[in-house]
Nanobody, 121 residues
Framework: VQLVESGGGWVQPGGSMSLSCAAS????????LGWYRQAPGKERELVAS????????YFSSSVAGRFTISRNNRENTLSLQMNRLKPEDTAVYYC???????????????WGQGIQVTVSL
């Protein structure tokens, strides 16, 4: 499946931002979905993932309570709502998809191109 992210950019600490991911090319509901991020000099981190019928599966402890993940199976989209953003949330965020459940360290078959999120004054 092809994945295209949108919605990134710059935001001040404490602010909010929403990322979207549009999927095409295959049956959307066959896929588990998630968001990864990678900050400069750090490994990629699974931020959140969701099951095929829009039940959240996983949140990183660093974002739990601040981020929410949701999917729209009619519009073939995935969203990440990010609230109370911190400078350490600065990273390139990737939309990901796989036929199997997405958890930390499990392989992921499909990746978007990534989108930059910068949190600073």
């Amino acid at each position: 499946v092809q994945l295209v992210e949108s919605g990134g950019g710059w935001v001040q600490p404490g602010g909010s931002m929403s990322l979207s991911c549009a999927a095409s090319g295959d049956t959307f509901t066959d896929y588990y979905l998630g968001w990864y991020r990678q900050a400069p000099g750090k490994e990629r981190e699974l931020v959140a993932s969701v099951q095929r019928m829009d039940s959240p599966t996983y949140f990183s402890s660093s974002v739990a309570g601040r981020f929410t993940i949701s999917r729209n199976n009619r519009e073939n989209t995935l969203s990440l709502q990010m609230n109370r953003l911190k400078p350490e949330d600065t990273a390139v965020y990737y939309c990901v998809a796989d036929h199997n459940i997405i958890l930390p360290k499990t392989p992921v078959s499909d990746w978007g191109q990534g989108i930059q999120v910068t949190v600073s004054l």
